[in-house]
């Protein structure tokens, strides 16, 4: 069964279910629901491994525990500056 609605390689597939581990861990969701919100964000967009192409994926740039915050609370929540419990998840359907 695949988790994610998206190709990966074994090293992005890896790094997504760090991010996932990291979204249990931090916010108390499930595994499914973790996957469902980056399937959300990142449906049909496939990974680009190869680091010599130009077009290596930029999701790189970010730690799995900084994706995990972008993906619930959302890029323009600042999160960084903030304690969680001030914080609002994006909406999960």
Not at 41 to 66: K, V
């Amino acid at each position: 069964m695949e988790l994610f609605r998206f190709k990966t390689t074994q090293k992005s597939e890896s790094y997504c279910i760090n991010i996932v581990s990291y979204m249990i861990e931090e916010f108390g969701i499930n595994e499914e629901e973790a996957v469902g919100r980056i399937n959300n964000m990142w449906g049909g967009i496939d990974w680009n491994d190869d680091i010599e192409s130009e077009n290596y994926d930029s999701r790189y740039h970010e730690l799995p525990r900084d994706w995990a915050y972008i993906i619930y609370f959302g890029h323009e929540s600042q999160w960084w500056r903030r304690d969680k419990s001030e914080l609002t998840p994006r909406p999960y359907k």
